[in-house]
């Protein structure tokens, strides 16, 4: 049989019956998750990005008296300081996922535990920004009540105040980690199953 005889039986083998193996299907799967994954970071980058910008804008849509302008500003520019640190971190990891081609058990195994680390990472980025999110509630609220007088609280606004604050970042504790479940979570759940699975057969 020559080189033509041997390309022309190659030809007319029907393609269709050739059957990819069974794990690197169940590796693929993982795309599906994935691929949400990086469209909800992608969003919420963006919206990050705009919330930031939004807030620099604070004082001039409430009309805050001009002495007041520094130390909001101040305040600012440190949670400006520790999004970009924390909103960098998450771009890089948004890069590296996108780059990500799940055909290997190594490859599935890295980009799970890159999720992993990077939904801690996301919570920890919401926590240290919680106490700037008090600190301008605070403001807003002793600018609105402008009969308080911060040289003569009583006790028990004090210790309401104190009440308000811990249930208040105590609430956003949570809501942060219903959200990181609900955006990423769940989606890691899927490809960890893909990982179970694997590891069964």
Do not use: C
């Not at 009540?145 to 208040?168: A, K, P, R, W």
């Amino acid at each position: 049989m020559d080189f033509n005889d041997i390309q022309s039986a190659w030809d007319n083998q029907k393609t269709d019956k050739v059957v990819m193996p069974d794990n690197l299907k169940k590796i693929q799967s993982a795309n599906t998750p994935l691929d949400k994954i990086r469209k909800n970071l992608k969003k919420e980058f963006i919206y990050q990005i705009i919330a930031i910008v939004f807030v620099a804008f604070t004082p001039l849509l409430y009309d805050f008296p001009k002495e007041t302008f520094f130390l909001f500003y101040l305040i600012y520019s440190l949670f400006t300081a520790v999004s970009i640190y924390y909103l960098v971190k998450l771009y890089m990891f948004y890069k590296r996922i996108n780059k990500t081609d799940l055909r290997t058990k190594d490859s599935l195994y890295e980009t799970y535990f890159d999720i992993r680390l990077n939904m801690e990472i996301y919570k920890t980025f919401g926590f240290a920004i919680t106490p700037f999110l008090v600190l301008f509630l605070v403001g807003l609220l002793f600018y609105k009540e402008q009969g308080i007088d911060i040289n003569n609280l009583s006790d028990s606004f004090i210790i309401t105040m104190f009440i308000v604050i811990v249930v208040s970042v105590l609430m956003m504790g949570v809501m942060l980690e219903v959200w990181v479940h609900y955006f990423y979570g769940k989606y890691a759940k899927e490809i960890r199953k893909v990982i179970d699975e694997l590891k069964e057969e």
